[in-house]
C-alpha cells in the first residue's frame, strides 16, 4: 500500500520533511514527524475530537508502552523484542475510528485492529518481522464497548470493544433471562474478534456460531466510510461473519440476533482420574470411543463435551490422565437424565452429578465459577490471565481410534505437556450450509479438538521450546486420525505455523495453503471479496485474506475520508 499521493499542503510539508530511515536518533526524530502529523490529520479528519495527542501514541510517548501491553494476553508477545507499531491509536468514537483508518492509509500504514487483544497469535497488536520500509498501526477500538439490547425485537447492538461476558449479562438483565447468545465461554474475550471468526461454544449445536446470528453490522472500510449492511453489500457483509477479523476493515457495531433460552437449564461435570496401564485405562478408553459415536447426534439442545488433562496424583504424586465431560442441556435435569439414560448411559451420570441454574449462570459455569458467584463476575474485565500459551485445532470428520486415544493419553502427562479438548458438532451446525457463512466445517464435520499448553511464568527460552515442541508434536502425532484434504482449521484459532503472508508479496496462489485450511472453498470468495474492497491491502497481517481480482473492479463507493485529504 502507498500512502496518498496528495495530501493537505501542512501534511504534505511535514511530511517531506521526515528524516530518512537511519540510525536510532534519527528513528526517533522519524516517529516525531510521524506522529506530528498524524495529529494534524485527526484533527481534521475527526474536528469533535478535543484533544487528539490522547488518541494517538508513539513509541517515544509515555502512554504507548502501557496502552500497548493493556490487552496483550499471550505473554510470548509482549516481550521488548517483538515488532511493535509505529503508531498506537485509541478512538473513543466511530467518528475517531473513521478518521484513525483515513489518516492510516493516508500515512501510508497498513492497519491492525484490536479489540481484546485474544488473537492466539498476536497478530492485532504485533508484526512478525521488523517493518523496515512496511510501517503498521494498531486502532485499539477497546474503548467503543456500548451495548444495547431491544427484548420485544430479541436483537441486541454491540460494540467491538464490548466483552462476551458483557453482552451476556445485558442479554439476560434486558431481557428478564428469557434471552441469551450463543458464543463462547471465555467472558473476557471482545465480540470484535470474537464475531469476525465465528465464535462458538456450548449452545451451538442448537443455535450456530455467534457469526451465525449476525443480522446487521457497521463497518469502517479502508477509506474511511461508515457501512451497513445495505450499504456494504451482501458479499461483504457475508465475509466479515466467519472471515476473520483484520482483512475488510473494522466492524464498529455488530447487531445479533438473540435467542429464546428456558428459565431452568442444567449441567454435570465428572473426572474419572485414569490408572495407566491397566482395565481402568482400557474402561475410559471405551467410554470415549462410546462417546465420540454419539456425542455429536445428541439432541440439538444437549451439549456433552470432553477434555483430558494432566493431574498429580496426590498419593503417588505420579502425572496421569484425567478425563472430563462437561455438559449444557436447555432444561432441567429429569429432561437430562432422560437423553442420557436413552443414548449415553456408559457415562453413569447420576441426579445428584447434575445441577440446574439459569443460562446466564450457566455461562459462569463453564467457565470455572461453580459456586453460585453473582452474575457481576461476568462484568470483570481481567478475570483471564496473562499465561504464555499456544494453541493449535483439529477437527473430526470420523471419531478417533482407540490407539488414537491411547496417544492422547500417553501424551497428557508429559513433563511439559497441555491439555486437549473435544467438542462436538453436529446438531444446527450441521444444517447450516458450508456457504452461508467463510466458516466452512459444517456437515460431516463431527467435532473440533484443541490442543493447548501454557506456561505461566516460565519465560525460560528452552523451556518454551519443549512446551512449544509438545503442542506441535501431538499435533503431528494425531495427523492419521484427523480431517484431511485440506486439515481443517479454525480461524479464530489463528497457528502461523500453518502458513503466512509475506508483506509487499502477498498473493492468493501462496496463502491458499494456510487459508484452505480455514476456509476451504469459501477462501476464493473472500478473496475476492477483499479484492473488492480492500485491494491496496490497507487491513494486512501475516494471515490477512490477500485480494483476488477477476473482473473488473465495481465503481468505487463514494464519500470516504481520504478523499478529503486525497483531493486537497
Same mark, same amino acid.
Given at each position: 500500500?502507498?500512502?496518498?499521493?496528495?495530501?493537505?499542503?501542512?501534511?504534505?510539508?511535514?511530511?517531506?520533511?521526515?528524516?530518512?530511515?537511519?540510525?536510532?536518533?534519527?528513528?526517533?526524530?522519524?516517529?516525531?514527524?510521524?506522529?506530528?502529523?498524524?495529529?494534524?490529520?485527526?484533527?481534521?479528519?475527526?474536528?469533535?475530537?478535543?484533544?487528539?495527542?490522547?488518541?494517538?501514541?508513539?513509541?517515544?510517548? *509515555?502512554?504507548? +508502552?502501557?496502552? @500497548?501491553?493493556?490487552?496483550?494476553?499471550?505473554?510470548?508477545?509482549?516481550?521488548?523484542?517483538?515488532?511493535?507499531?509505529?503508531?498506537?491509536?485509541?478512538?473513543?468514537?466511530? *467518528?475517531?475510528?473513521?478518521?484513525?483508518?483515513?489518516?492510516?492509509?493516508?500515512?501510508?500504514?497498513?492497519?491492525?485492529?484490536?479489540?481484546?487483544?485474544?488473537?492466539?497469535?498476536?497478530?492485532?497488536?504485533?508484526?512478525?518481522?521488523?517493518?523496515?520500509?512496511?510501517?503498521?498501526?494498531?486502532?485499539?477500538?477497546?474503548?467503543?464497548?456500548?451495548?444495547?439490547?431491544?427484548?420485544?425485537?430479541?436483537?441486541?447492538?454491540?460494540?467491538?470493544?464490548?466483552?462476551?461476558?458483557?453482552?451476556?449479562?445485558?442479554?439476560?438483565?434486558?431481557?428478564?433471562?428469557?434471552?441469551?447468545?450463543?458464543?463462547?465461554?471465555?467472558?473476557?474475550?471482545?465480540?470484535?474478534?470474537?464475531?469476525?471468526?465465528?465464535?462458538?461454544?456450548?449452545?451451538?449445536?442448537?443455535?450456530?456460531?455467534?457469526?451465525?446470528?449476525?443480522?446487521?453490522?457497521?463497518?469502517?472500510?479502508?477509506?474511511?466510510?461508515?457501512?451497513?449492511?445495505?450499504?456494504?453489500?451482501?458479499? @461483504?457483509?457475508?465475509?466479515? +461473519?466467519?472471515?476473520?477479523?483484520?482483512?475488510?476493515?473494522?466492524?464498529?457495531?455488530?447487531?445479533?440476533?438473540?435467542?429464546?433460552?428456558?428459565?431452568?437449564?442444567?449441567?454435570?461435570?465428572?473426572?474419572?482420574?485414569?490408572?495407566?496401564?491397566?482395565?481402568?485405562?482400557?474402561?475410559?478408553?471405551?467410554?470415549?470411543?462410546?462417546?465420540?459415536?454419539?456425542?455429536?447426534?445428541?439432541?440439538?439442545?444437549?451439549?456433552?463435551?470432553?477434555?483430558?488433562?494432566?493431574?498429580?496424583?496426590?498419593?503417588?504424586?505420579?502425572?496421569?490422565?484425567?478425563?472430563?465431560?462437561?455438559? @449444557?442441556?436447555?432444561?432441567?435435569?429429569?429432561?437430562?437424565?432422560?437423553?442420557?439414560?436413552?443414548?449415553?448411559?456408559?457415562?453413569?451420570?447420576?441426579?445428584?452429578?447434575?445441577?440446574?441454574?439459569?443460562?446466564?449462570?450457566?455461562?459462569?459455569?463453564?467457565?470455572?465459577?461453580?459456586?453460585?458467584?453473582?452474575?457481576?463476575?461476568?462484568?470483570?474485565?481481567?478475570?483471564?490471565?496473562?499465561?504464555?500459551?499456544?494453541?493449535?485445532?483439529?477437527?473430526?470428520?470420523?471419531?478417533?481410534?482407540?490407539?488414537?486415544?491411547?496417544?492422547?493419553?500417553?501424551?497428557?502427562?508429559?513433563?511439559?505437556?497441555?491439555?486437549?479438548?473435544?467438542?462436538?458438532?453436529?446438531?444446527?451446525?450441521?444444517?447450516?450450509?458450508?456457504?452461508?457463512?467463510?466458516?466452512?466445517?459444517?456437515?460431516?464435520?463431527?467435532?473440533?479438538?484443541?490442543?493447548?499448553?501454557?506456561?505461566?511464568?516460565?519465560?525460560?527460552?528452552?523451556?518454551?521450546?519443549?512446551?512449544?515442541?509438545?503442542?506441535?508434536?501431538?499435533?503431528?502425532?494425531?495427523?492419521?486420525?484427523?480431517?484431511?484434504?485440506?486439515?481443517?482449521?479454525?480461524?479464530?484459532?489463528?497457528?502461523?505455523?500453518?502458513?503466512?503472508?509475506?508483506?509487499?508479496?502477498?498473493?492468493?496462489?501462496?496463502?491458499?495453503?494456510?487459508?484452505?485450511?480455514?476456509?476451504?472453498?469459501?477462501?476464493?470468495?473472500?478473496?475476492?471479496?477483499?479484492?473488492?474492497?480492500?485491494?491496496?491491502?490497507?487491513?494486512?497481517?501475516?494471515?490477512?485474506?490477500?485480494?483476488?481480482?477477476?473482473?473488473?473492479?465495481?465503481?468505487?463507493?463514494?464519500?470516504?475520508?481520504?478523499?478529503?485529504?486525497?483531493?486537497?
Amino acid at each position: 500500500m502507498q500512502p496518498c499521493t496528495r495530501l493537505s499542503p501542512l501534511l504534505l510539508v511535514l511530511l517531506l520533511l521526515l528524516p530518512p530511515s537511519s540510525p536510532q536518533p534519527h528513528e526517533l526524530q522519524e516517529e516525531e514527524g510521524l506522529r506530528e502529523s498524524f495529529l494534524l490529520c485527526i484533527s481534521r479528519l475527526s474536528p469533535g475530537t478535543a484533544d487528539p495527542s490522547e488518541l494517538v501514541h508513539a513509541p517515544a510517548d *509515555a502512554s504507548y +508502552r502501557p496502552l @500497548l501491553a493493556s490487552t496483550i494476553q499471550n505473554l510470548r508477545f509482549a516481550s521488548a523484542r517483538t515488532p511493535r507499531p509505529s503508531l498506537l491509536v485509541t478512538p473513543r468514537t466511530v *467518528a475517531e475510528v473513521r478518521a484513525s483508518v483515513a489518516c492510516c492509509k493516508a500515512h501510508g500504514l497498513t492497519v491492525r485492529a484490536r479489540s481484546g487483544g485474544h488473537d492466539y497469535e498476536g497478530l492485532s497488536y504485533r508484526a512478525l518481522r521488523p517493518s523496515g520500509d512496511h510501517r503498521f498501526a494498531v486502532v485499539d477500538v477497546a474503548a467503543l464497548r456500548a451495548v444495547r439490547v431491544d427484548a420485544p425485537r430479541r436483537v441486541a447492538r454491540a460494540q467491538p470493544g464490548v466483552t462476551l461476558g458483557e453482552l451476556y449479562y445485558a442479554a439476560a438483565e434486558g431481557s428478564g433471562g428469557a434471552l441469551g447468545f450463543p458464543a463462547g465461554i471465555c467472558p473476557t474475550v471482545c465480540v470484535g474478534g470474537h464475531l469476525s471468526g465465528g465464535g462458538f461454544g456450548p449452545m451451538m449445536r442448537s443455535h450456530g456460531l455467534a457469526a451465525d446470528n449476525v443480522v446487521d453490522a457497521e463497518l469502517v472500510d479502508a477509506e474511511g466510510r461508515l457501512l451497513d449492511r445495505e450499504a456494504m453489500g451482501e458479499d @461483504l457483509f457475508w465475509a466479515i +461473519r466467519g472471515g476473520g477479523g483484520g482483512s475488510f476493515g473494522i466492524v464498529v457495531s455488530w447487531t445479533v440476533r438473540l435467542v429464546p433460552v428456558p428459565s431452568v437449564v442444567s449441567a454435570f461435570t465428572v473426572r474419572p482420574l485414569v490408572r495407566r496401564g491397566g482395565e481402568d485405562e482400557q474402561a475410559v478408553l471405551r467410554l470415549l470411543t462410546k462417546w465420540q459415536l454419539v456425542a455429536h447426534a445428541l439432541p440439538n439442545d444437549l451439549f456433552v463435551k470432553a477434555a483430558i488433562e494432566p493431574k498429580v496424583d496426590a498419593s503417588s504424586g505420579e502425572r496421569r490422565p484425567l478425563v472430563v465431560f462437561k455438559s @449444557l442441556f436447555l432444561g432441567n435435569c429429569s429432561g437430562m437424565m432422560s437423553q442420557l439414560d436413552n443414548h449415553l448411559p456408559e457415562l453413569g451420570i447420576k441426579p445428584s452429578d447434575c445441577r440446574e441454574m439459569n443460562w446466564i449462570q450457566s455461562m459462569l459455569y463453564f467457565y470455572g465459577y461453580t459456586n453460585g458467584q453473582p452474575a457481576e463476575v461476568l462484568l470483570d474485565r481481567t478475570l483471564q490471565p496473562k499465561e504464555y500459551y499456544k494453541i493449535k485445532l483439529d477437527y473430526l470428520t470420523s471419531p478417533i481410534p482407540t490407539a488414537g486415544l491411547a496417544v492422547l493419553l500417553d501424551k497428557i502427562v508429559d513433563e511439559k505437556g497441555g491439555s486437549v479438548d473435544i467438542d462436538p458438532q453436529g446438531g444446527r451446525m450441521s444444517e447450516i450450509s458450508e456457504s452461508d457463512t467463510p466458516y466452512s466445517h459444517r456437515r460431516g464435520y463431527l467435532y473440533n479438538v484443541q490442543y493447548f499448553v501454557k506456561w505461566g511464568d516460565d519465560k525460560n527460552v528452552s523451556s518454551e521450546e519443549e512446551h512449544l515442541g509438545w503442542v506441535r508434536g501431538v499435533h503431528q502425532l494425531m495427523t492419521p486420525y484427523v480431517s484431511k484434504r485440506p486439515r481443517a482449521a479454525y480461524i479464530n484459532f489463528r497457528d502461523l505455523d500453518l502458513g503466512q503472508n509475506v508483506e509487499g508479496n502477498t498473493t492468493y496462489e501462496d496463502a491458499r495453503v494456510w487459508g484452505e485450511k480455514y476456509f476451504r472453498g469459501n477462501f476464493r470468495r473472500l478473496a475476492m471479496v477483499k479484492g473488492e474492497v480492500d485491494p491496496e491491502q490497507v487491513f494486512w497481517s501475516e494471515q490477512s485474506i490477500p485480494p483476488l481480482v477477476v473482473a473488473k473492479r465495481k465503481s468505487p463507493r463514494q464519500g470516504g475520508l481520504v478523499s478529503e485529504i486525497c483531493d486537497t
